[in-house]
């Protein structure tokens, strides 16, 4: 009796797919038919490649059989964020803007899933540009979190959380650009890993901002994770940002003891603001490393509390730049001229407010026109938000009050972290000040909705990396999030001590009571 893929881990299941006890035609079968159950109801999904998923499987099971060597993701169903492009998929970033989008190339991160020999099983639901943190702002919809369809998964990455979460897939990728990877993870009680800013190269990563972006596996495990990583890990001459220091072997680094690893604690993460079951979780995670043979020391961060008005200057400013490529010509949604929205042309655009015809803007020229409609049609609110915030942060005369201070501030939170990695190893707390809340709690309030990201944005803006898990439960059944951040290229320590606290704990084990 071949085992039940839904029930293995992603180690184990390439380890039966290479020993034949498992065919990968049979493991891609049994999660397409766990989408094709859940879809409906998760929305994690925005496009799913059976055909093609399929057809790999086959190819892969063909050369074992015939004793060819396989990859090391042989066989290994992943979901892939729509922020990755796929040559042979649609990638829309959750935006009517790349509404049908095919890319002429696959991310490099996809390239080398590919070969890894791993079978990507479709693209992942998320916020629209990964701008969010409820994955409420993709124009197709909501994902649901499977531990209580009514609450959000959290985002941006909400759709690869969703996917892991309920068995849609063992692993799925996704980007963090302020905890997108991390606060998604810690509410759908998966594992997710941001790694150092350059560790994975983001060619091929729709652009957010790009001193943040980073791209990282969300497993059920630390192990499984490190399995992925180790994959995609590694310098690419195509991303200029990427780092060209030598991949280790992360699955090999994760037994070891951790006797003598000092773990910080902040205790500015636990003021007011700070859900008290979230509180107790992560006090009960510190006790379960003291047990591993670590110790814990209080850290000071003095510049933390800058990070969400700093990230929210950063990111959008980078936004406002990056996504002025969506201009109606080049890329994606062209609005048909002399149809549909009233744009309300801005910057200047405007060639005389005065005379509106028939209480329309006028424009300057059609030219002018068909950018400004195609935006206002392609752009969702958030992102409109980002871009004009940014757009203002940038322009002459508020350059040096907020783009150029932000920087400052955001070298002045890096050096807190390397002060505080001077006296511990790693540095754990919660991921987020709550556990998943309900869809529609925030949308209306988008300083609610940025605040979400409070303990994540910082890692980002330290460029260092962060790993999230789950570390219990509320009383209503959902999962709380802990999250460890250690010094830039730690990834070996954070996989490491995340497995060990695996090891000895189960909640990373839990399944969501997901009726399908
Ligand atoms: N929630 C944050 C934002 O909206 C982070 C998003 C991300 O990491 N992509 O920008």
């Known amino acids: 009796m071949p085992p039940d893929p839904l029930q293995l881990s992603a180690v184990e299941l390439v380890h039966a797919v290479r020993s034949g006890d498992l065919t990968a035609v049979a493991c891609t079968e049994a999660f397409l038919a766990r989408i094709e159950r859940t879809n409906g109801v998760l929305n994690a999904f925005l496009a799913v490649d059976r055909e093609g998923a399929l057809a790999r499987a086959a190819e892969i099971d063909a050369r074992r059989r015939s004793g060819k060597p396989l990859g090391p993701l042989a066989g290994l169903p992943v979901g ?63 994902v649901a979190n499977p531990w209580d369809t009514s609450r959000a998964p959290g985002g941006s990455s909400g759709g690869s959380a969703a996917c892991v979460a309920a068995d849609m897939a063992p692993v799925a990728i996704g980007s963090d650009t302020g905890g997108s990877i991390r606060q998604p993870a810690g509410l759908c009680g998966i594992t997710g890993l941001k790694p150092t800013y350059g560790r994975v190269s983001r060619r091929g990563l729709v652009a957010f901002a790009s001193s943040l972006d980073q791209i990282g ?22 991303d200029s940002t990427s780092l060209r220091d030598e991949v280790p072997s992360y699955t090999r680094a994760l037994d070891k003891p951790l ?20 509180a107790r979780g992560v006090d009960e995670a510190f006790a379960v490393f003291r047990q591993l043979g670590a110790t814990v020391h209080d850290v000071r961060l003095p510049h933390a509390h800058h990070g969400i008005p700093t990230y929210y200057l950063i990111a959008p400013c980078e936004a406002s730049s990056n996504l002025a490529r969506y201009d109606g010509a080049h890329y994606g949604h062209r609005a048909e001229p002399g149809k549909g929205h009233r744009a309300e042309p801005t910057n200047g655009h405007r060639a005389d407010s005065g005379k509106e015809r028939d209480g329309a803007a006028a424009f300057e020229s059609p030219l002018v026109e068909m950018y400004c409609r195609s935006r206002a049609e392609g ?26 201070k932000a920087l400052r501030v955001r070298r002045l939170i890096r050096q807190d972290y390397l002060d505080a990695f001077q006296t511990v190893d790693l540095i ?32 980002n803006l330290a460029g260092i990396g962060g790993i999230s898990f789950p570390c219990g439960f509320t009383a209503g059944g959902l999962p709380i999030g802990f999250q460890l951040q250690g010094p830039a290229l730690a990834e070996s320590l954070l996989l490491n001590a995340t497995d060990r606290f695996q090891s000895l704990t189960d909640w990373h084990r839990r399944r969501p009571p997901l009726a399908v």
């Open 379 to 404: 752009f969702g609110p958030e992102v409109k938000r980002r871009i004009m915030l940014g757009t203002y942060a940038l322009s002459a005369g508020y350059y040096d009050a907020y783009y150029a």
């Open 80 to 142: 892939v964020k729509d922020a990755l492009c796929t040559a042979d998929l649609p990638t829309t970033c959750a935006s009517k803007m790349l509404a049908g989008y095919r890319p002429p190339y696959d991310a490099e991160v996809v390239a080398r899933l590919r070969h890894a020999d791993a079978v990507i099983v479709g693209k992942t639901n998320m916020d629209e540009f990964a701008m969010g943190g409820s994955n409420e702002n993709s124009a197709f919809g909501p």
């Open 428 to 459: 754990g707390g919660p991921v987020s000040a709550t556990a998943a809340f309900p869809l529609g709690e925030k949308t209306g309030d988008p300083l609610a909705m940025y605040l979400v990201d409070m303990y994540t944005v910082t890692a």
């Open 217 to 238: 596996p969300m497993a059920r495990s630390a192990a499984d994770c490190a399995l992925v990583l180790e994959a995609i890990a590694g310098h690419d001459p195509g």
């Open 259 to 278: 006797t003598g690893l000092r773990i910080g604690r902040v205790p500015e993460h636990f003021a007011a603001g700070l859900d008290p079951e979230v």
